[in-house]
Every structure is written in C-alpha cells, then in structure tokens.
C-alpha cells in the first residue's frame, strides 16, 4: 500500500491541478476527496466522500489519510456575506487540520496567501493570518504552508480582473527582486505540484513557503 490523501476544495483552480499530481505520484494509492458534488473523474485511486460542511461531521471517520491537502477557498465577489466567507476560509480549513490531528495524519498542507497576518488591517490578509495561526494551534507534525501571491491559470469561471492582473503581473515580475519576489505571480500548476513534494518530506514542525521556494520544485 502506499500513501493516502484527504483533499479539500479538489475543484478549484489550485485543488484541480492538485489532484492531478496526486494521481500521477506512484507514492499515493489512495485519494480521498471531499466535496459538495460527484467530480467527473474516474480514477482507482479516488475515492470520493460527498458532503458539505453543515454534515461534515457525519462522514468524519471516512477522512483518514497520511496527508491532508486544504485548498478551500472563495472570494468577495462569489461570497460577499463577510461571516460566510470567514467561514469558508478560516473555519473550514481549521476544522480540516483538526480532523487530521484526530485521524493520526503526519502531515497538514494549506494553501494561505502572501502578507497573512492575524494582525492586519485588512480583512482578507488577517483572515487569512488567523486561519495560518488556528491550523497551526491544531498541532499536525507536519504543517506546511504555502502563500502564493496572485495565481495564474485557467478557471472555470473567468475572472476579468484577474486576467488583466495576469497580464500586468507578467510585466512586473522581473521587478520584483529579493525581499519583493514572494509577491510575484505564479501558476496554480506549479504551486500543486510544489504541494505535493513537500508532501514527501519528513521535516517536522512548521514551514511556509513563498514563491521562491514554490519555483524551487517546477
């Protein structure tokens, strides 16, 4: 038998192509993903556990795995309900670090973003800040975090500003330089395959990643 995954939110720009590198890792035999409705992908290796968060807790003792994987995550736009879009983004990733606590996983990866400060003004950077801070208080062995800066890639849902934002960011990249490169952009596809090498690692304790450790594995 070889390793086992939990995925959360394998349907986003960043979980799909993490799923991907999850089926194509001869390491991983089984790949149990989390989510609302049926995927479209027949695989050996998935198993799919149908449930959103309000049953979550029904189908808990199905999530046991090696590593949990954690890309959840929405937007102002899709959620602009403040209370809604904490819960998407701090209390869902946070219970899924719990429940890997709990199912005796190694280790915990969660996708955060660059600039999360509990401490922050802002709402999306202290958000994200205090979910870094609460999945790190659930105590995986493991905790790795990855904060990338704006990610690039085809989504099922185009994001007009995004693109434009791509496409200046492609520009602006170069002159982003030491200190400034962790704000480059980056593609979702880099970004999941970077996840899932540091899945392979047995450094205990906590790392963050930024883009120029995420380039590191391209």
Not at 132 to 160: H, K, M, N, Q, W
Request: net charge positive; proline share 4%.
């Amino acid at each position: 038998m070889g390793k086992s995954a939990v995925v959360f939110g394998a349907t986003g720009l960043v979980g799909r192509h993490l799923l991907g590198c999850l089926l194509n890792d001869t390491a991983y035999s089984r790949i149990i993903v989390v989510t609302r409705k049926p995927i479209d992908i027949e695989h050996a290796k998935i198993q799919q556990v149908i449930s959103d968060f309000n049953s979550i807790e029904s189908v808990k003792d199905e999530l046991v795995a090696d590593c949990f994987f954690c890309c959840l995550g929405t937007t102002r736009r899709n959620t602009p309900d403040l209370d809604r879009y904490y819960e998407v983004d701090h209390d869902y990733p946070v219970w899924a670090a719990h429940t890997a606590k709990a199912a005796g996983a190694k280790t915990f990866v969660l996708v955060s973003a660059v600039g999360a400060n509990p401490g922050s003004a802002n709402f999306y950077i202290k958000m994200k800040g205090e979910a870094e801070r609460d999945v790190i208080a659930a105590g995986v062995e493991r905790t790795y975090i990855f904060r990338p800066s704006l990610l690039t890639g085809r989504r099922d849902t185009p994001r007009v500003l995004e693109r434009v934002a791509s496409a200046l960011m492609s520009a602006i990249n170069p002159l982003l330089m030491g200190k400034l490169s962790r704000f480059r952009s980056i593609p979702a596809a880099q970004l999941a395959n970077a996840m899932v090498a540091s899945s392979h690692h047995t450094a205990s304790g906590v790392i963050i990643y930024h883009w120029k450790e995420i380039k590191r594995w391209q």
